[in-house]
């Protein structure tokens, strides 16, 4: 068994390889405890939500298992493969016979839906199979597909049986006999079933998957348009020539993840270089600060460039979760430090805060301003954020770390271990302490290591603006000391049992400004420590209203510790202005008090506290703001 996020291994021009999910073990920590949730509370209270919604009932109906009507909406079984993939992950990392119990119930009910011909589609095949692939702009017909189809090689990489990789493979054959160029010319409205053909292709050898995905991918910007020419659904240009990130945030975010599998499976540059374009598009002038993708609720889509409100943002958690899986492909593909400190930031920001702190409440979109009111919920009626959020932390050990020719790469910090087969040497294994993201002190123990030189990749995120490096062998009293720049520190050496390395990252708070063209930052400022972001809700406040109050730049930010439903987390106590003459509540516009010199004379500090992103929404109740307005912009 090998569960690899991708099996990239025979890949050309692969720069770094993914470390299979067995190899590595999250034991404590910061990370340690989503896990721990994720199996005794996400995935059992997910299950039950696809059971009490019919999700499960309309596939076992498709069987004749169940004599029920179709309920609810037509892609919603991709739901459920979702989380088949996350329990299927899952079990990788922990022996559950109840989750196994679960799993091999619902894959035996999946098989048996399976239509003789290979289609699979709860919605269309008994009283609309006339209506097969009609409407693909809507439907998600191939959306589903590709999400039963990664289900499918999750499950194999998992469990070692064939059972639902053989209905993926019936399906897929089914999707290439039906769609090409002697057959059906048109594209998904939905992409996904790019990156499961590309992923089929790696896992069965069979090339023919990974063409049939550029097939799908070619079908963009054609004329006629197969999908109207419609720039929300990226069929505007062809894919390969496209410029700008634009549309649908998930769909464009899972179409650029497809052309770089594609772009990488099959040697084609001019897809590969899309997905760069595309990626630069998106992080150098569409990306929040917490790593989430999509600004407006209108489409879920994109804005133009440096449109990124903050009370009407979007950024929904399939977003981050789509961004994550992006920004992993190209750092695969190039070795890159810059698409591993996006996808830290988003992992601990964007994605992070799609998931209440109990692991069965949930965002859909994440907003970086919000009234009073705003509450995460048990389910949605399209649930497609829940099972999404579940399948990334399920194989989050598995986009840890790397290895390339004789070289081992930490890509993140989490606490544990990792036994790690590097090309060309042989097993280093470590062991990982830490306290990430609350404290920058990480220890790196050698546990076993080959005879050969191995180089230890270690990166140091673009965040820290100093880092100490100390490399203490096992048979000597002196340690080896450095600083260390952002990117990765390489450490080469004969390593022997019981090698240690100490990287210390300086983690002050941080305040952050936008570039100038964000006009909704203009005059604020954000709080930041290591790889979190920070915000204010009305709780920690101390009575000041929203956006009635100012943080000087010389007010000091001290780090302490939380309380209540934040034992454990580092929050940021500092002080801030109040606002003279912020009109009260019900008063939209007020005469300013006195001129405009006293207005802004120096006023009494009240103490406020700025809480981790992610952990927003878990007290109750509350407004909140991550961009502050800053006392110099206002006094200006």
């Known amino acids: 068994m090998t569960a690899l996020v991708a099996d990239t291994r025979r890949t050309p021009g692969i720069a770094v390889q993914p470390?299979?999910?067995?190899?590595?073990?999250?034991?404590?920590?910061?990370?340690?405890?989503?896990?721990?949730?994720?199996?005794?509370?996400?995935?059992?209270?997910?299950?039950?939500?696809?059971?009490?919604?019919?999700?499960?009932?309309?596939?076992?109906?498709?069987?004749?298992?169940?004599?029920?009507?179709?309920?609810?909406?037509?892609?919603?079984?991709?739901?459920?493969?979702?989380w088949l993939e996350a329990a299927s992950w899952a079990l990788v990392g922990r022996e559950d016979r109840r989750l196994r119990a679960l799993v091999d119930a619902l894959v035996d009910d999946i098989a048996a839906a399976q239509q003789p011909d290979g289609y699979l589609h709860t919605y269309f095949?008994?009283?609309?199979?006339?209506?097969?692939?009609?409407?693909?702009?809507?439907?998600?017909?191939?959306?589903?597909?590709g999400h039963l189809i990664q289900a499918g090689i999750a499950?194999?990489?998992?469990?070692?049986?064939?059972?639902?990789?053989?209905?993926?493979?019936?399906?897929?054959?089914?999707?290439?006999?039906?769609?090409?160029?002697d057959a059906r010319e048109t594209a998904d409205g939905h992409p996904e079933i790019e990156l499961a053909l590309v992923e089929l292709a790696?896992?069965?050898?069979q090339r023919v998957y990974a063409e049939q995905a550029r097939f799908f991918l070619d079908q963009r910007g054609r004329q006629p348009p197969r999908l109207g020419g419609y720039r929300y659904l990226q069929d505007h240009e062809p894919a390969a020539e496209q410029q700008?990130?634009?549309?649908?945030?998930?769909?464009?975010?899972?179409?650029?993840?497809?052309?770089?599998?594609?772009?990488?499976?099959?040697?084609?540059?001019?897809?590969?270089?899309?997905?760069?374009?595309?990626?630069r598009s998106a992080y150098e002038t569409r990306a929040y600060v917490t790593g989430g993708l999509g600004a407006h609720w209108a489409g879920e889509s994109f804005g133009d460039a440096f449109d990124l409100p903050n009370r009407n943002s979007y950024a929904e958690s399939c977003a981050a979760v789509a961004g994550v899986m992006w920004n992993w492909r190209l750092l695969a593909g190039t070795g890159e430090p810059r698409f591993a400190d996006w996808m830290e930031t988003t992992l601990?920001?964007?994605?992070?805060?799609?998931?209440?702190?109990?692991?069965?409440?949930?965002?859909?979109?994440?907003?970086?301003?919000?009234?009073?009111?705003?509450?995460?919920?048990?389910?949605?009626?399209?649930?497609?954020?829940?099972?999404?959020?579940?399948?990334m932390l399920a194989s989050l050990p598995g986009y840890l770390y790397g290895v390339s020719d004789r070289a081992l790469w930490v890509h993140q910090l989490a606490a544990g271990r990792v036994d790690a087969d590097v090309?060309?040497?042989?097993?280093?294994s470590l062991a990982v302490e830490t306290d990430y993201p609350w404290s920058g002190d990480v220890r790196l123990t050698v546990r076993e290591a080959p005879g050969d030189p191995v180089e230890l990749r270690l990166r140091v995120p673009g965040w820290c603006d100093r880092a100490g490096l100390e490399v203490v062998p096992a048979d000597a009293a002196d340690p080896d000391r450095a600083l260390a720049a952002s990117g990765y520190a390489i450490l080469r050496r004969v390593w022997a049992p019981g090698d240690r390395v100490a990287l210390r990252l300086s983690m002050p708070p941080r305040r952050l400004v936008s570039d100038p063209r964000v006009t909704a930052n203009v005059g604020r400022v954000a709080l930041a420590r290591g790889p979190l972001i920070y915000c204010v809700e009305s709780h920690d406040r101390a009575g000041l209203g929203q956006d009635a109050f100012a943080l000087p730049d010389d007010a000091p930010v001290t780090p302490g510790p939380g309380d209540s439903r934040l034992t454990g987390m580092t929050l940021l106590d500092t002080t801030a202005v109040p606002l003279p003459g912020t009109p009260e509540p019900g008063a939209l516009y007020q005469p300013l008090p006195g001129d405009a010199q006293a207005a802004h004379a120096p006023t009494n500090h009240t103490a406020i506290r700025a809480i981790p992103y992610f952990a927003w929404a878990n007290r109750g109740p509350s407004s909140m703001d991550v961009w502050l307005r800053r006392q110099e912009a206002v006094s200006s």
Request: include cysteine; hydrophobic fraction near 40%; proline fraction near 4%.
């Open 125 to 145: 095949a008994l009283e609309r199979a006339d209506q097969r692939y009609t409407d693909l702009i809507n439907k998600h017909e191939l959306y589903c597909a």
């Open 202 to 205: 790696r896992e069965t050898g």
């Open 155 to 181: 499950h194999r990489r998992a469990t070692g049986t064939d059972a639902l990789l053989d209905v993926a493979v019936r399906l897929a054959d089914h999707i290439c006999g039906e769609f090409g160029s």
């Open 244 to 279: 700008e990130i634009a549309g649908h945030a998930v769909r464009a975010i899972y179409l650029a993840c497809g052309l770089a599998d594609a772009g990488l499976e099959l040697e084609d540059r001019a897809l590969w270089e899309a997905s760069e374009r595309l990626w």
């Open 19 to 82: 470390v299979p999910i067995e190899a590595v073990r999250i034991e404590s920590g910061f990370w340690r405890g989503w896990l721990d949730r994720l199996y005794d509370v996400t995935l059992p209270s997910q299950h039950a939500q696809c059971e009490a919604t019919g999700r499960l009932d309309n596939i076992r109906r498709v069987s004749g298992r169940v004599d029920a009507p179709f309920r609810g909406r037509y892609y919603d079984e991709s739901d459920v493969y979702k």
């Open 348 to 391: 601990y920001n964007g994605m992070l805060a799609g998931l209440s702190l109990d692991g069965e409440h949930y965002f859909y979109p994440n907003p970086l301003s919000a009234a009073s009111g705003q509450a995460r919920v048990e389910w949605f009626d399209c649930a497609c954020c829940p099972p999404n959020l579940a399948r």
């Open 423 to 428: 090309p060309g040497a042989g097993r280093l």
